[in-house]
């Protein structure tokens, strides 16, 4: 049974191979050594935070093998977004020009800088080794971190964003970059990428125009690609719009990749999951619904995907396969939500404020 853990220390050589595997355009994880130990360390330290603000926490889970123990993928949550570093993105906005006398009446689509998401929660790094992509490893991966966040609500802010990964081909060629970043910037796109994942953004706002840039003037290969994914991120996109995230017209200022947004307590996994204490431990349990299950707690924090029978309040049992695999016996508590239950429900009810979402 495969489970996610918060990453330690001995995993930085997986880590290193996964970052390998990402490929160009995956910002968050570069295949900088250092970086990379740092981010671990970083993770590590904000699981030992009790207290206090929570702005430069950063949360980094692994997806651990069952029966190998290999790391085979990883995903992340960041506390609250540019709160040390400026956090840019593209507002796509629109302008009118109109001439009463002329009957000219005009609107353009644009291109403008801004920082409108700092202080946002996000959801990111979320890569899963292409040999194990079957078997519900992606949504496991996905979906995990909306219980840690459901289960520590103080530790994230209001609305939570996820960033995804832009329009790029297998050499690692972005059309947007090519239309646009590079009349700004000297340098190719892998380039300018890399040094965005090592954190250095100052030359950003030193380089990229301050102005709003017409949608319309840029190359049509350009224009194309914004607000689209890249053919490998369809799914996690697909799944996060399951779970009440939308697109509000924020785009990636290198790839135009869109950033998806919603409410943390409107996240179905999060507004859906309900925490209950472990009755009994059993050899073995009969088929069930396929349900998301994690422990409670913060540094031990575990979670799997897996079947699990109807049990009234206060009986729950757990297979004693499923209990090693959280790491918990009788009288723990257990945060879960069944996946069936997220789509069912969310579709049956309406949001609060009557949108639509995702």
Known sequence: MNVIRPIERDDLSALLRIAELSGPGFTSLPLHPELLEQRINQSIASLQQASGRFDGDHYLFVLEHGETGEVIGTTAIASRVGMQDPWYHYRIGTVVHASREMGIHNRFNTLYLCNDYTGHSEVCSLFLDPAYRRDRNGTLLSKCRFLFMAQFPERFAERVIAEMRGVSNDAGDSPFWEGLGRHFFSME????DYLTGLGNKSFIAELMPKHSIYIHLLPESAQQVIGEVHRNTRPARKMLEDEGFHFEGYVDIFDAGPTLICRLNDIRSVSYSEQQRLAKVVKK?????????????????????TELPYFPEGKLQLSRIQADALQVEPGDGLRLVPLALTRKRAAAEPDSDGSASG
């Not at 796109?189 to 300018?192: K, L, R, T, V």
């Not at 349990?285 to 031990?300: F, I, V």
């Open 189 to 192: 796109f892998s380039e300018a």
């Open 285 to 305: 349990l009969p088929p069930g619904q396929a349900c998301l299950l994690a422990n409670t707690r913060l540094q031990g924090y575990r979670c799997i995907l």
